[in-house]
């Protein structure tokens, strides 16, 4: 346990996973983010009368995927209820989700700790559920308007309920990374947590060290980024201990968090709680998911992150902090086995994905998957490099001209003329250019002390590279001018 | 024309002996000049039948059209229909206009029927005597003093009224057999999951089930060869053989075993009505059947289950109704909780809004296993009562009501009363067994009704007893009076 001044932290997420299906888990309705309000809801989503939910059998089957990966007892017949509630952007006045027979039973997800260490955080369950739609308010209720947008409502949730095993915000935030990390590598997410792809609600109490019987936990709804569950954490942990050292107490409540102003507040307490008034939805029948569906999912399930970060190790002998970084996103992943393949160098490639490019998407806030510059384009980048066409400098030039739309690496190298020479022949002329004309750095360099003079080598650098307009090689050059200067003594 | 049944109908149709849009505008005037007595029906598609017929038409010239080519038909006031207001008898949806169509309304459109308009019913398919509509009441065309039944009066009433030829209904705890049996029509509740419930409004969804009112059992087998089909749109349709229900009608009933539950002939079963239900067990038997004395232990528990089930359901189902996509909504909202709770205040009569209360307090917290686990049970121990009842015969017959159509308002501030208008026909519904009413004697001059309850998609045997039946007996020829 971990404690802070005589007090231990007990946390539990429950994570939403918006499903990457093409349509909705009850409609045939499209799920793509983004579109015009209210253009991507049918009928069933907009609870028309009459109306009926046929269940998504891809949605099933993620939800599967997501209990093998995670070595969970599958529920081979797992059932639908009502989760009664008014609410405008709810449109049926309830949602339709799993309680009494999950889906995705116990199972058990292993995190990476800063200090090396590891440890197994246990999944309670995993339910399949709809999404609700968007609220939008603007003004008061009288003044104001509220739009409701229903494209998201019908959208297919998993949502992973772990036990409280954590006892830190670095342990929930470990977890909730691996949980990214394994979703988007088998493809059953797309991870964009922007879009609200995964949203995580944290439980959290706090005891007094040692102690066996939990506190009053408070529960911190629908965080979208790691960093915000991070502040959210530290912040609600530091707020309970301080009224429990007041000689207060904690209120059961749920609480919301603002990431823009840091701060959180009590939404509902548990006296306001709902009664949800759960009831098997007659509409639908038990999903039953049989051996032989669950034998086929289990062979053609994608590779896990730990399994993936084992074979970067191996296969392109990378460092385990750079296998680990790229073998824990999918996107980051794919794209770097791709690139690798084109740039036939599996380092370069490893430290211009996680550098130059990630540094570039992180800093326009562009996922991998949509990035401009492709990972054949990266590779072929890379290749130049690896063969010494190009400089590492000229190269940052070229990736720019990629990032821009200007074409591959190699018409950009073609159309700009920056092929770096590095023909002997030329070189040595171009040295020898620089050499006759500036004679007085020749004197210079010539009664300098041995000892500074490769010091001095820089300023002659400076001018090749000038007259090359950067184009020459820089090894080469050095050991040209070393020669030449050399010969002078 | 008014009396010819849909088998006639067809054969007139066929034959050029008359047009379906002579045919329609016959019924389209009949509803103009009779309906006001009736208020059975309360959207009147005149255009749209019209020219339904005039297509209708063509097709029957042209050769090859389908089974109910150019036969006019009304639909339940529950079933959606594209462009059509679909209010099921509520406020609540009296500006509905659905953009799509019910399974059961698509199925008669490709049969090619051409639809006159649509029927009056209980509110939300809740009552029993069509008392609870927002649109009125609908009078029983025998004693315009006395209510139809419900929920399917408006439909039963129009049949009886020769308003239509047929007409669709809807079945949750006896919706077509009460309001059949109190009109003197015949109506049949099939297998739950045999007619799609797509399009089709919900209340109970586990009990709701489609189905049609005609005068005989030949016209129920042909609708129900229309209705009955395999949907992808509704997960609780079931994948079972669809048998061919006309084929089958003149079967001889001899050695047919005709259960007799002693429980449906028990205190509270009016006495006209018992003697009527019991002469035609002895006409059956007249024609070789043989009755066997059986039991339905339970029975007495299924309408107390009926009362937690059917209302849990439809708390949920009618939540939808709150004001915000569409449908009624209340003056000037002063927040959230004030558009909701004075949009459904409003928008839903006084036995819509009882039984959600009723099934909303039935699913809460710490009442949930008393009443609604409770109430799983008992319809386990229901089922279970039929299941052995059908291992020793083949169907069962009783009364389809404790009594002949009763005056307006005779129930009315008695709920329970009401509640027991449905105590013989409830437990087929919980069950999930097809069950249907046939016209089987007059008491005070009204209409007496003969349950037929079947096995699983037993339809095709139940309505080749009742055809048989019908050949030997004329109740389901009589007409009220004024209308023949």
Known sequence: ?489 | MYNLTIAELVRGLQSKAFSSVELTQHFLDRIAALNPDYNAVITVTADQALKAAIAADKRLAAGGAPALCGVPILHKDIFCTKGVRTSCGSKMLDNFIPPYNATVVENFEQAGAVVLGKTNMDEFAMGSSNETSFYGPVKNPWSTDCVPGGSSGGSAAAVAARLAPAATATDTGGSIRQPAALCGITGLKPTYGRVSRWGMIAFASSLDQAGPMARTAEDCALLLSCMASLDDKDSTSIDHKIDDYSASLNNSIKGLKIGVPSEYFSEGLDKGTEQAVRQALSDLEAQGAELVDISLPNSGLSVPAYYVIAPAEASANLSRFDGVKYGYRCEDPKDLQDLYSRTRAEGFGEEVQRRILIGTYCLSAGYYQAYYGKAQQVRQLIRQDFTQAFEQVDVILGPTCPSPAFKFGSKGDDPVAMYLEDIYTIATNLAGLPGMSVPCGMVDNKPVGLQIIGNYFDEALMLNVAHQYQQVTHWHNLAPEGIA
């Open chain 1, 1 to 489: 346990m971990q404690s802070i001044s005589g007090w231990d932290t007990v946390i539990g997420l429950e994570v939403h996973v918006q499903l990457a299906t093409k349509t909705k888990i009850f409609s045939g309705a499209s799920t793509a983010f983004g579109a015009e309000p209210n253009t991507q809801a049918c009928a069933i989503d907009l609870a028309m009368p009459g109306t009926l939910p046929v269940l998504n059998k891809q949605a099933v089957h993620y939800a599967v995927m997501f209990g093998l990966a995670v070595d969970a007892e599958i529920g081979k017949e797992s059932a639908f209820e009502r989760k009664n509630y008014f609410y405008p952007d709810l449109p049926k006045g309830y949602q339709t989700t799993q309680l009494e027979k999950p889906i995705v039973g116990r199972g058990n997800v292993e995190i990476q700790l800063a200090d090396g260490s590891t440890k197994n955080i246990r999944i309670h369950h995993a339910h399949l559920e709809e999404d609700a739609g968007k609220s939008l308010h603007e003004g008061d209720f009288r003044s104001g308007t509220s739009g409701i947008d229903l494209n998201r409502a019908g959208t297919p949730l998993i949502e992973i309920v772990s036990e409280p095993d954590m006892t830190s915000a670095e342990e929930a935030v470990a977890f909730a990374k691996k949980l990214h990390s394994i979703v988007t590598s088998i493809g059953i997410c797309d991870g964009e947590m922007s879009q609200g792809s995964m949203r995580f609600d944290v439980n959290i109490s706090v005891k007094p060290s040692g102690s066996d019987k939990l506190g009053t936990r408070t529960e911190t709804k629908n965080l979208n980024s790691f960093k915000f569950m991070e502040e959210c954490i530290a912040q609600e942990v530091d707020r309970q201990i301080d009224l429990l050292e007041d000689g207060g107490s904690i209120t059961q409540e749920t609480r919301l968090y603002n990431g823009e102003t840091k701060t959180a507040r009590s939404m509902r307490s548990k006296e306001e709680a709902n009664d949800y008034r759960y009831f098997p939805c007659p509409d639908l029948l038990p999903v039953v998911v049989t051996d032989e569906t669950i034998e086929t999912l289990r062979r053609n399930l994608p590779e896990l992150p730990d399994a993936r970060q084992a074979r970067f190790v191996k296969q392109y002998g990378l460092s385990d902090y750079d296998a680990d970084i790229l073998g824990s996103d999918a996107g980051m992943s794919v794209y770097f086995e791709t690139a690798t393949e084109k740039s036939g160098n599996a380092k370069l490639t490893a430290n211009w994905t996680m550098g130059e490019l990630a540094a570039r998407l992180n800093s326009e806030a562009i996922s991998i998957a949509n990035s401009p510059v492709s990972a054949e384009q990266l590779g072929g980048l890379i290749a130049r490099i690896a063969d010494n066409s190009i400089s590492g400098k000229m190269a940052k030039e070229v990736f720019e001209g990629i990032w821009t739309g200007e074409g591959s690496a190699d018409e950009i190298i073609e159309a700009r003329g920056l092929k770096q020479v590095s023909d002997s022949g030329a070189l040595e002329q171009m040295v020898a250019d620089v050499l006759a004309a500036n004679q007085a750095m020749v004197d210079d360099y010539i009664n300098t002390d041995q000892a500074k003079r490769k010091k001095k080598l820089g300023g002659f650098m400076g001018q090749i590279m000038k007259a090359s307009k950067g184009q020459a090689n820089p090894q080469q050059v050095n050991q040209i001018l070393a020669k030449k200067l050399n010969e002078l003594l």
